[in-house]
């Protein structure tokens, strides 16, 4: 059993190692300091920017015919733990060497994590971080309240707000377009 934030207590599997995780990674769940972490705080607004983001990452690659998958809550190994981005793009050739694993053993090369209310700024910058320290190329940051998005690379943090148009900047080169609508606030606007 597990308590989760909501002292709601949980039934998982026995998982008690990083090793376990990563052969059967629990729905909803992160291994964080050697110990299962409920992954909490989804919203109504995080749920629709995961889907932006999914939705126009996979109209990119299709339309531009580079190849590889996005995909929304799959697990990953960084160099210490076992984690759960919210969307994730791996590239044609992790895919045919890794696409069959129950868990990426490394982090993927681009990641976005969208910040849920009960968030931590400093447990996402520590794990942006830790992505970057482990394979990952790019991490971006998605704050929907203060309609912030930081795209961070292992030597650089660039942010973009409200009315700007966000970039890709090692990872899906070329992809952009307007925060706003990534945001699902065009329509609001």
């Not at 999914?54 to 984690?83: A, D, H, M």
């Amino acid at each position: 059993m597990l308590v989760s934030k909501h002292k709601d207590a949980i039934s998982v599997p026995q998982i008690r190692s990083l090793e376990d995780f990563m052969a059967n990674p629990p729905e909803g769940m992160e291994w964080v300091d050697d110990q299962l972490v409920e992954k909490a705080g989804m919203t109504l607004k995080h749920s629709e920017i995961q889907g932006n983001i999914y939705f126009y990452w996979r109209n990119y690659i299709s339309s531009s015919q580079l190849g590889g998958k996005v995909y929304t809550e799959v697990p990953c190994r960084t160099n210490k733990q076992g984690r759960v981005p919210d969307v994730a793009y791996l590239t044609p050739e992790l895919v045919a060497q890794f696409g069959d694993a129950p868990t990426l053993p490394q982090s993927f090369p681009l990641i976005a994590e969208i910040v849920s209310p009960t968030d931590l700024a400093e447990d996402l910058f520590v794990k942006a971080q830790e992505y970057l320290q482990s394979a990952s190329e790019e991490v971006w940051l998605v704050f929907p309240e203060s309609r912030l998005i930081l795209v961070m690379t292992e030597n650089q943090i660039l942010g973009f707000k409200s009315g700007d148009v966000v970039s890709t900047q090692k990872v899906l080169l070329g992809f952009s377009m307007r925060l706003d609508e990534l945001l699902g606030l065009a329509s609001a606007l």
